[in-house]
């Protein structure tokens, strides 16, 4: 897989940008400006396998390429999920996706583009974004968390994404906050996620809601199922049980973020995913319990803000890539 040159980001203005989902494949045009056109989409259908995703993902690339008039050298940063090797550009496995084992993503698109090509994960390509275009602009030392179904992030430390020897580090929603906690979805126990994600926070609910005291989530939920919304429906309202889970889950984040600070000293941390719109009453927690887990000269300096990408965090983390305006990769020349 061929890596984009400096020389080839100072040719080219714009790139393609590329967010591949378990249910929607997105592209669109980023500029360096932190501009986003010529959007277009496509089902990912994962159920045909993956010759049959990566041959439409080239067709909607090329699509887009030719309505923004991109040179045939446009290159194309592709955002992914599960463990993915950047290096190579190999998907080795996510449950999103079937069937999906060991997937040469990067080489094939190159090949049936023509452009080169770079790959990361998913929430490491959303720190990124955040640090080119979003909240932490300008910054060098920056942890990011995705909070959503389940827990991502990326570690961003003196201008380098920190990724590890095969790129799969920074899986911190699998760090431990609690030696006798929970069982994780990973096979771990005390995981950051299984306090703090969507499902871990759904499985409180429902165990909350099948006794007297879940009566205000009951009625959240409307007869239907329960999930992380309807129990901060049910906390607005003012029902101190829901207030009290979703407590429980912002103190797991607090200890992370304050185990987070101890070993990078970072001087933002950005909170984004769909989980973290539930709002103080899951982050003022974290905030509150932040300073009992790291070292006060640390914490001096330290804010913890909100993503401001949104749901195009993936496509902005992928032209940063194809861009090189975000940080580097440890390790790369």
């Known amino acids: 897989m061929v890596a984009t040159t400096q020389s080839s980001t100072q040719r080219h203005r714009q790139v393609l940008a590329v967010d591949l989902g378990g249910t929607n494949l997105r592209v669109a045009v980023v500029g360096t400006d932190g501009s986003l056109s010529h959007r277009q989409h496509a089902p990912t259908a994962a159920e045909l396998g993956p010759d049959s995703v990566l041959e439409r993902m080239a067709k909607l690339i090329q699509s887009v390429a030719a309505d923004a008039g991109l040179p045939p050298d446009a290159p194309v940063g592709i955002a992914s999920p599960g463990p993915i090797n950047p290096r190579e550009g190999v998907v080795y496995f996510t449950p999103n996706l079937p069937g999906w084992r060991n997937v040469p993503l990067g080489p094939r698109i190159e090949q049936l583009t023509g452009r080169p090509t770079v790959t990361a994960n998913d929430a490491n390509c959303a720190g990124l974004g955040e640090v080119a275009f979003g909240a932490a602009r300008g910054r060098t030392d920056v942890i990011y968390l995705g909070i959503g179904t389940g827990v991502g992030g990326a570690v961003i430390s003196g201008g380098h994404l920190v990724d590890g020897v095969r790129g799969l580090g920074a899986e911190l929603g699998h760090m431990c906050v609690a030696m006798d906690g929970p069982r994780c979805t990973c096979g771990g126990i005390g995981c950051l996620e299984a306090y703090v994600a969507g499902w871990a926070i759904a499985r409180e609910g ?65 909170i984004g995913g769909g989980v973290a719109r539930v709002g103080d009453h899951l982050l003022q927690p974290a905030r509150e319990i932040v300073s009992s887990h790291c070292f006060h000269a640390m914490r001096e300096d330290l804010r913890i803000v909100d993503a401001t990408l949104g749901d195009d965090g993936g496509l902005f983390g992928a032209a940063a890539l194809a861009l090189e305006t975000g940080p580097r990769r440890t390790g790369q020349a």
């Open 206 to 270: 429902e165990m909350v809601a099948t006794t007297a005291d879940g009566e205000a989530i009951r009625r959240a939920a409307e007869g239907g199922s329960i999930h992380a919304g309807t129990i901060a429906v049910a906390a607005r309202a003012g029902d101190e049980v829901a207030r009290t889970l979703l407590a429980r889950a912002g103190r797991a984040l607090g200890v992370a973020i304050g185990t987070l600070t101890n070993i990078f000293n970072p001087e933002l941390v950005v």
